[in-house]
């Protein structure tokens, strides 16, 4: 998971000088050089591990040089410490991979935060939320379209967003919040550049066995435990997301059930929504 958190900045790639690059597998041409942010651990690292397993050029960027250094190593790749709620270290990370790579085919903006809070989360947090959880992929595609979109297609941005931007979640409203609006810029620019070549896919896991659900500030609040039940190990998510690319389906759901609950909350929101609030009084051990 990557953030706003600490200070540091894109340097020169490095590039591991041990072990060598996978030979290529299935991997259609059209990925064969792949940026992934918040990388250095959780869904970004599995993510950079299965693309790279295809034989794929991988750049591995996080916020956690040394995480960002370790993943690369391991999968023969490129590391590219940057901070994903900053402009200019993306600027400086895409310039990075496109004179490294050649160019890029897919470009997976994974980074994210949560931090438990209500109405009363301080206004920092919810900034910091909003620069990562949705500012980091506006960034991204400022500096990003401009070269993709004079030149042919197809190009691929995925999107992690969470099933918390097709739903909610509990305990965290700057997280449900947050993700909604990177749902919603995902649809804009599928719907917007589509013609254009921009095959953009929204990855939507529920509970994943990461940090963000198990450490400390989260785990026991009523979204981390409902959640634990059914969670996926970050390389099944990575996994879902690989399939993925064979097609151009907008909603990549590594749970199936995600979709109907999906369908639920829009055939019948009041129910819905009710059904959330009994979980959550469930929660407060009361029954008002």
Partial sequence: MSGPDAGSRPEAGSRPEAGSRPEAGSRPEAARRVVVTGAGGGIGAALA??????????????LDAAAAQAVASEIGGLAAPADAANEDDTRRLIELAWAELGGIDLFCSNAGMLSVGDENTPDDDWARSWNVNVMSHVHVTRHL???????????????TVS???????????SYAVTKHGALAYAEWLRATYAHRG????????????TD?????????????????????????????????????????L??????????????????????????????EGGTR
């Fill in 145 to 159: 379209l401009p070269r993709w979109l004079d030149q042919d297609g197809p190009h691929r941005l995925l999107i």
């Fill in 212 to 252: 963000m659900l198990t450490r400390g500030e989260t785990s026991g609040s009523a979204s981390s435990t409902m959640l634990a039940d059914g969670a996926l190990e970050p390389a099944e998510v990575a996994e879902v997301a690989a399939k993925a690319l064979d097609g151009e389906n907008f909603l990549v």
């Fill in 198 to 209: 921009l095959i953009v896919q929204a990855l939507c896991p529920q509970g994943v066995r």
């Fill in 254 to 283: 590594p749970h199936p059930e995600v979709a109907e609950y999906y369908r639920l909350r829009a055939a019948d929101t009041d129910r819905w929504l009710g059904g959330m609030n009994k979980i959550q009084r469930t929660f």
């Fill in 163 to 173: 099933a918390a931007g097709l739903l909610s979640i509990l305990g965290s409203a």
């Fill in 49 to 62: 591990r299965r693309f790279a397993a295809d034989g794929a050029e991988v750049v591995v960027s996080d």
